[in-house]
């Protein structure tokens, strides 16, 4: 059984990066049937797609975040990364981990979600 | 970016009660939609893909509608585990979006 779980600060400043790290157990990240996703869901808001890693390195991110979005994967370990630089408050969401399925571009795998609350 | 909205915004219903839920897309995204299952606290949960397809392990009360810009979310006889948010996807293109969701409360 897939799992993914993300892990990471619950407190990052202003200004400063958000950095989280998703650990898959269950399952290869270097599979080519798949892309690695991250998604976050501010309170009371709807989901936000982030970004997406693919096995060999193909990255995909959010026009919105582009500009502040890095996502890497370390195949070694069977994890990938996210790090978002320059947090205001609005980045304080829960953010997931999730399994993207190739062509039908759906999440069928998440991470139990990490609150990243962005505060001085 | 393609605005996903839904309607309604919540929902109160029985258990046995037959109950839709609608998606509607800003431009057309085909049979690009998916939808999840949210309870408070959890990750969305995988409940149709394609528009139209039943994830595995997901009960057949749960149907989904719908091509183009205007797709629906049945749930044919309500149960006490069906009480949650449900929200829609397009994936026919980045940035994927989502609905605002529906908040399904029993009455």
């Known amino acids: 059984q897939l799992q ?17 790290t998703c650990i898959v157990s269950g399952g290869s990240i270097s599979s ?38 890095t996502i890497s994967a370390d195949t070694s370990r069977n994890q990938f990364s996210l790090r978002l630089s320059s947090v205001p408050a609005a980045d304080t969401a829960v953010y997931f981990c999730a399994r993207l399925i190739s062509g039908g571009w759906f999440f069928d795998y998440w991470g139990q979600g990490t609150l990243v609350t962005v505060s001085s | 970016d393609i605005q996903m909205t839904q309607s309604p915004s919540s929902l109160s219903a029985s258990v046995g009660d037959r109950v839709t839920i ?35 392990g997901v009960p057949s009360r749960f149907s989904g509608s719908g091509s183009g810009t205007d797709f629906t979310l049945t749930i044919s006889s309500l149960q006490p585990e069906d009480f949650a948010t449900y929200c829609c ?9 989502f609905g605002q969701g529906t908040k399904l409360e029993i009455k």
């Open chain 2, 89 to 97: 996807q397009q994936s026919y293109n980045t940035p994927y979006t």
């Open chain 1, 4 to 20: 993914l779980q993300e892990s990471g600060p619950g407190l990052v400043k202003p200004s400063e990066t958000l950095s989280l």
């Open chain 2, 22 to 56: 609608t998606c509607r897309a800003s431009q057309s995204i085909s049979n690009y939609l998916i939808w999840y299952q949210q309870k408070p606290g959890k990750a969305p949960k995988l409940l149709i893909y394609a528009a139209s397809s039943l994830q595995s």
């Open chain 1, 32 to 69: 080519s049937t798949y892309y690695w996703a991250w998604l976050r869901q501010p309170p009371g808001k709807e989901l936000e797609w982030v970004g997406s890693i693919y096995y060999n390195g193909n990255t995909y991110y959010n026009p919105s975040l582009k500009s502040r979005v």
